[in-house]
């Protein structure tokens, strides 16, 4: 069974950190860029980050450069995204999703912001910045 699934969210503090995982099973990751994206109630999801499973080039919103940090470890079949310094404008379900690049030649910030290309997506994990 093809799976993605979020892990890592929670309740934290502001100025606090998290470490979301998004492992995949039933597919290997090698070929599929990997985004995460947010939504927060009452608005549209977005995307936060992306990266290229080609050369790991990576892509942040403007909002998250400097305070997030995407990974990926293939061998581990998980990508990850350390998020620092975290605000309570950073609460939302955070979800991942993959996406195979073996035919598509694009950017990976071009890609962070197709969501309709995305094979597969997680069911969200609830990041909640509060004190």
């Known amino acids: 069974q093809v799976r993605l699934v979020e892990s890592g969210g929670g309740l934290v503090q502001p100025g606090g950190s998290l470490r979301l995982s998004c492992t995949a099973s039933?597919?290997?990751?090698?070929?599929?860029?990997i985004g995460w994206f947010r939504q927060a109630p009452g608005k549209e999801r977005e995307a936060v980050s992306c990266?290229?499973?080609?050369?790991?080039?990576?892509y942040y919103a403007d909002s998250v450069k400097g305070r997030f940090t995407i990974s990926r470890d293939n061998a581990k079949n998980t990508v990850y995204l350390y998020m620092n310094n975290l605000k309570p404008k950073h609460t939302a379900v955070y979800y991942c999703?993959?996406?195979?690049?073996?035919?598509?030649?694009?950017?990976?910030?071009?890609?962070?912001?197709?969501?309709?290309?995305?094979?597969?997506w997680g069911q969200g994990t609830q990041v909640t910045v509060s004190s």
């Open positions: 999703a993959a996406g195979d690049q073996s035919f598509i030649r694009t950017t990976v910030q071009a890609i962070c912001y197709m969501q309709g290309w995305y094979d597969y």
């Open positions: 039933g597919f290997t990751l090698d070929y599929y860029a």
């Open positions: 990266i290229s499973s080609l050369d790991g080039t990576t």
